[in-house]
T-cell receptor, first 111, second 111 residues
Framework: DTAVSQTPKYLVTQMGNDKSIKCEQNLGHDTMYWYKQDSKKFLKIMFSYNNKELIINETVPNRFSPKSPDKAHLNLHINSLELGDSAVYFC??????????FGPGTRLTVL | DAKTTQPPSMDCAEGRAANLPCNHSTISGNEYVYWYRQIHSQGPQYIIHGLKNNETNEMASLIITEDRKSSTLILPHATLRDTAVYYCIVRLSSGTYKYIFGTGTRLKVLA
């Protein structure tokens, strides 16, 4: 009964490939997020969806495209992967103004 | 840019109280202070939050100064499992309720 789950946990791929990371929450929250944590351990918000609508879109390359098929899911698709995309990506969910619950993270390595 | 300033690291003896300070001198009147921690490479975990009054839950206590320019997170009896990076965050008060993670304090609990 994991609250926020992500798949895969590890992702190793070549530069130029396209990959997706999936996120699901079973908490009934209306807001979901993607964060990126780079090698220096800075956690930066990338996107947020509230009731399937995009509400936060930070300065992220348009190679990154979030998709929310329903309130419980927020997937992240990345086109033309670059070396600098290597990081740990965390999904999170919350009620719009409440505490965030984070997933276990997906470690992406681009070779 | 993060709206908070924290010491980069602290040590605490096991069984003693860990007091983690945070400065947020530019906080607005209706912005909340949130604390999260990240154990090793796991997803951040919510600890506590407050607006003006001191708060306590099963994990920690939060002391906010009267002028709200700083706060202290207190872990009353630190254990080795409390070793983590602790983030103090000011949550924006409206709209997207976005919050920005700073660099955090790396707390090491020593046996």
């Amino acid at each position: 009964d994991t609250a926020v789950s992500q798949t895969p946990k590890y992702l190793v791929t070549q530069m130029g490939n396209d990959k997706s990371i999936k996120c699901e929450q079973n908490l009934g929250h209306d807001t979901m997020y993607w964060y990126k944590q780079d090698s220096k351990k800075f956690l930066k918000i990338m996107f947020s969806y509230n009731n399937k609508e995009l509400i936060i879109n930070e300065t992220v390359p348009n190679r990154f495209s979030p998709k929310s098929p329903d309130k419980a899911h927020l997937n992240l698709h990345i086109n033309s992967l670059e070396l600098g995309d290597s990081a740990v990506y965390f999904c999170a969910s919350s009620h719009i103004s409440g505490q965030k619950f984070f997933g276990p993270g997906t470690r992406l390595t681009v070779l | 840019d993060a709206k908070t300033t924290q010491p980069p690291s602290m040590d605490c003896a096991e069984g003693r109280a860990a007091n983690l300070p945070c400065n947020h001198s530019t906080i607005s009147g209706n912005e909340y202070v949130y604390w999260y921690r990240q154990i090793h490479s796991q997803g951040p975990q919510y600890i506590i939050h407050g607006l003006k009054n001191n708060e306590t839950n099963e994990m920690a206590s939060l002391i906010i100064t009267e002028d709200r320019k700083s706060s202290t997170l207190i872990l009353p009896h630190a254990t080795l499992r409390d070793t983590a990076v602790y983030y103090c965050i000011v949550r924006l008060s409206s709209g997207t309720y976005k919050y920005i993670f700073g660099t955090g304090t790396r707390l090491k609990v020593l046996a």
